[in-house]
């Protein structure tokens, strides 16, 4: 069932007419989903280990100006003042995640909007949280720099997080849309779902 989801999918990635059952829909959404979040990962992850190394090479450089706490299985470095250069590059990392992100949602558009059909939805609801996304993804890194400069934009740090709410509590409403029942019957989208 898992092939059959994904070639599926793949073939109708820009067909947005027609329904999909949650047999073919679910198996391909949770693939791209898990795909999406192992690239952040693969982008994050080599940038904060960078980060911690420049830390770690400039507590050795610096013994005064830091806290180093270690015991086993933990290990910070507390650095006493505000050292530029030292802090991952938030502003690339917010990009790459908002280039994923965007990749994703051009994979799972067409899918999510057969999902809905097939409940009796438009599948505009599909987009709900979108918007919000957009925004948290283009606005972080300003607030990342401000944080950088020593003077926090409070005001864009609760724009971003009020953003990240909605885009939070519009994706569960969204997935409680597609995890429904498939209307069993034809629907204005096509004929009931046959899997």
């Given amino acids: 069932m898992i092939l059959q989801s994904l070639s599926d999918n793949v073939r109708r990635v820009s067909q947005f007419s027609g329904r999909s059952a949650p047999a073919l829909f679910w198996p391909y959404a949770i693939c791209v989903v ?20 420049k830390a770690q090479a400039f507590a050795e450089a610096h013994p005064d100006k830091v806290t180093i706490t270690s015991s086993p299985g933990h290990y910070s470095i507390q650095i006493h003042e505000n050292i530029p250069g030292l802090m991952p590059d938030m502003t690339s990392l917010a990009y790459s995640m908002g280039v994923v992100i965007a990749l994703a949602a051009i994979f799972l558009a067409a899918a999510v909007a057969r999902r809905l059909h097939d409940r009796g939805k438009s599948g505009w609801w599909g987009i709900m949280p979108l ?16 944080v950088e ?7 864009a740090f609760f724009a971003v997080f009020l953003s990240n709410a ?23 989208y096509g004929a009931g779902a046959t899997q």
């Avoid at 919000?132 to 300003?142: E, N, Q, V």
């Avoid at 400069?149 to 005001?155: E, L, S």
């Avoid at 885009?167 to 204005?188: C, E, H, I, Q, T």
């Fill in 131 to 146: 918007p919000f996304a957009l925004f948290s993804t283009f606005a972080m890194p300003g607030v990342f720099r401000s």
């Fill in 149 to 155: 400069a020593g003077q926090p934009d409070m005001g």
């Fill in 166 to 188: 909605a885009y939070l509590a519009g994706l569960v409403f969204l997935v409680v849309l597609l995890l429904g029942k498939s209307d069993p019957v034809a629907n204005r």
């Fill in 34 to 53: 898990v795909i999406a979040m192992a690239s952040i990962a693969l982008v994050m992850i080599p940038e904060l280990l960078r980060s911690f190394g």
